[in-house]
């Protein structure tokens, strides 16, 4: 079956632009996770949603945002864009449950804010 | 404050050797860890996890093993295969079901034939 997918795999901006990341989770999983991934800081979560709702959520300020649609696909949004928002955004989905936690990651969308 | 520790960035094994790859842990309410290990250009792929109430699970070539009183596990893999070459993240979750998880920095393992 298919895998996570993000788009777009790659993309620069400049500081203050505002950027939106996609991301289409296997189907059948209804929970979606975001991580950023940044050099010296390994994976830091972002947020969870699941069923449409944000179920957990990651210290990060607001300017990170998401949301999920009805067919669990899921967007996240970095407004106000600054240097150290460079960084590999990092998809994961899973059915959502009770479970071990384990996630399918897509191949992440690279983020370059000049 | 990373409360999930991979002191050593970087490993080199030789092929067929046993490679051991370490983790540290702050938090005692973390109940599940997981091990991750990721390509360049790819997502992290899952590889083994073990609950808090084991002391070691074994996959194949697999086992990681938790200590639960030093708040330390480690990932064994034998034997070490070129193929293993990777970026390995250990990963911990204090809710068992969701997908909080805590990664620690990776260490990049390099088995060398």
Redesign the interface.
């Known amino acids: 079956k298919a895998g996570v997918t993000q788009t777009p795999r790659y993309l620069i901006k400049t500081r203050g632009q505002q950027v939106t990341l996609s991301c289409s989770p296997i189907s059948g999983h209804r929970s979606v996770s975001w991580y950023q991934q940044t050099p010296g800081q390994g994976l830091q979560f972002l947020f969870e949603y699941f069923s449409e709702t944000q179920r957990n959520k990651g210290n990060f300020p607001g300017r990170f945002s998401g949301r999920q649609f009805s067919n669990s696909r899921s967007e996240m949004n970095v407004s106000t864009l600054e240097l150290g928002d460079s960084a590999l955004y990092l998809c994961a989905s899973s059915w959502g449950g009770a479970g071990t936690g384990e996630l399918f990651f897509g191949e992440g969308s690279r983020l370059t804010v000049l | 404050d990373q409360q999930?520790k991979?002191n050593s960035p970087s490993l080199s094994v030789q092929e067929g050797r046993i490679s051991i790859l370490n983790c540290d842990y702050t938090n005692s309410m973390f109940d599940?860890f997981?091990w991750?290990k990721k390509y360049p250009?790819?997502?992290?792929?899952?590889l083994i996890?073990i609950s808090s109430i084991k002391d070691k699970n074994e996959d194949g070539r697999f086992t990681v093993f938790l200590n639960k009183s030093a708040k330390h596990l480690s990932l064994h893999i034998v034997p070490s295969q070129p193929g293993d070459s990777a970026v390995y993240?250990c990963?911990a979750?204090a809710?068992?079901?969701?997908?909080?998880?805590?990664?620690?920095?990776?260490t990049r393992l390099l088995v060398s034939p």
Do not use: R
């Open positions: 999930v991979q599940y997981l991750y250009a790819e997502g992290p792929t899952f996890s993240f990963a979750s809710q068992t079901g969701f997908q909080k998880l805590v990664f620690g920095t990776g």
